[in-house]
Antibody, heavy 115, light 107 residues
């Protein structure tokens, strides 16, 4: 059974940093591109970015480029999202998803940016 | 960026009704359009990929159609468990973009 489990969400102050993790199981993690998507309190979904199978290539949404970094550790079947210089607009539920038709999603993790 | 305009944003229907939800892309996305169902407190669940392919395990009352800029999700006979919000996603171009969602409730 494919499973994606995010962790690392918390309350963070504006301008701060946070690193999210997504542990994958039930499939060969190193064979798949992976993505991060977020959902705002108003329920809108926004694609954040993606990473290729060996971690050598990433693509990001213009709205977060240069503040967020996606990486992966295939030995640990883990995807990461490093968030820096966070803003109140970054408050959202963050999901990891498998970039194979975007078919499987984690349960999401909440990030709240507030002073 | 490709804008995905989803309609209606809210829909009320009765059990057994045929329900249609639409997504219109601001430019050609070929058939790279997915449909998702999201129930309260849960992650989105893939229903349809590449416009008209039914994801494994999804009931056959769900179907998708369209290509280019206009796409439709159809539920042939609404069931109580279909109460949810539905989203479309285009994965033809970067950045990937989502429709605004359709909240489906029972009448």
């Amino acid at each position: 059974e494919v499973q994606l489990v995010e962790s690392g969400g918390s309350l963070v102050q504006p301008g701060g940093s946070l690193k999210l993790s997504c542990v994958a199981s039930g499939f060969t993690f190193s064979n798949y591109w992976m993505d991060w998507v977020r959902q705002t309190p108003g329920k809108s979904l926004e694609w954040i970015g993606e990473i290729n199978t060996d971690g050598s290539k990433t693509n990001y949404a213009p709205s977060i480029k240069d503040r967020f970094t996606i990486s992966r550790d295939n030995a640990k079947s883990t995807l990461y999202l490093q968030m820096s210089n966070v803003k109140s607009d970054d408050t959202a539920i963050y999901y990891c998803t498998r970039n194979n038709r975007f078919d499987y999603w984690g349960q999401g993790v909440m990030v709240t940016v507030s002073s | 960026d490709i804008q995905m305009t989803q309609s209606p944003s809210f829909l009320s229907a009765s059990v057994g009704d045929r329900v249609t939800i639409n997504c219109k892309a601001s430019q050609n996305i070929n058939r790279y359009l997915n449909w998702y169902q999201q129930k309260l407190g849960e992650a989105p669940k893939l229903l349809i990929y590449n416009a008209n392919s039914l994801q494994t395990g999804i009931p056959s009352r769900f179907s998708g159609s369209g290509s280019g800029t206009d796409f439709t999700l159809t539920i042939s006979s609404l069931q109580p468990e279909d109460v949810a919000t539905y989203f479309c996603l285009q994965h033809n171009s970067w950045p990937r973009t989502f429709g605004g969602g359709t909240k489906l409730e029972l009448k």
